[in-house]
């Protein structure tokens, strides 16, 4: 079945520094990609997406290219700022899934000034 | 963009009781909604799909008599914690998908079960 699989937290990191969090995923199908983020205290949100391979997802500053050869979708943002101290969660839906949306296990993100 | 809302945010309820959580999409027509949970520190297990006007999907090892799903219209679905015990508190969310099955997924504020 599909599973995500994205790299343990929390990471820890000072304003301004690069930020890599790992996602790869297994999938029967073809599925489209997601990067959802849950700051304190509110719901998850939608930061970016990607439906196909190659395809580059952006927004607020972060970016994730899916890679089909690796079967990756990390998540990397260039200068990070305490306001992006939340929790990360990469996700697929696909077809052969039902459209159902699984997530990986979230990963906790602390910016320090 | 879309909006979700849920209600009650926390609850708090004895052990033995049922609580109902409500989880509306209030700018959308969502034919389908999903419930998820939440431990801490831990991922969004999705329990069951919520589909309008009929039964809803659950997963494995998701108790349906347990969590009563109910997705009466297009913009309201209901999940029931019945007899609830200590081991069910968790955060539970909802979404609701706006556009089609790849269309966008709009989530809840989660509801914070805590069972005495």
């Known amino acids: 079945g599909n599973s995500v699989t994205q790299m343990e937290g929390p990471v820890t990191l000072s304003e301004e520094a690069f930020l890599t969090i790992n996602c790869t995923y297994t999938?029967?199908?073809?599925?489209?990609l997601f990067w959802y983020v849950q700051y304190p205290g509110e719901g998850l949100q939608l930061l970016l997406k990607a439906t196909k391979a190659d395809d580059k997802g952006s927004n607020k500053g972060f970016e994730a290219t899916y890679r089909k050869e690796t079967t990756s979708f990390h998540l990397e943002k260039g200068s990070v700022q305490v306001s992006d101290s939340a929790v990360y969660f990469c996700a697929l839906s696909d077809e052969t899934g039902g459209f159902k949306t699984i997530f990986g296990a979230g990963t906790r993100l602390f910016v320090k000034a | 963009g879309a909006v979700v809302s849920q209600h009650p945010s926390r609850v708090i309820c004895k052990s033995g009781t049922s609580v109902k959580i409500e989880c509306r999409s209030l700018?959308?027509?969502?034919?389908?909604m999903f419930w998820y949970r939440q431990f801490p520190k831990q991922s969004l297990m999705l329990m069951a799909t919520?589909?309008?006007?009929?039964?809803?999907?659950?997963e494995q090892g998701v108790e349906k008599d347990k969590f009563l799903i109910n997705h009466a219209s297009l913009t309201l679905s209901t999940l029931t914690v019945t007899s609830a015990h200590p081991e069910d508190s968790s955060f539970y969310i909802c979404?609701?998908?706006?556009?089609?099955?790849?269309?966008?997924?709009?989530f809840g504020e989660g509801s914070r079960l805590t069972v005495l």
């Open positions: 919520s589909n309008e006007g009929s039964k809803a999907t659950y």
């Open positions: 999938a029967t199908g073809y599925p489209s």
């Open positions: 700018d959308f027509q969502a034919t389908t």
């Open positions: 979404s609701a998908r706006q556009g089609g099955n790849t269309g966008e997924l709009f």
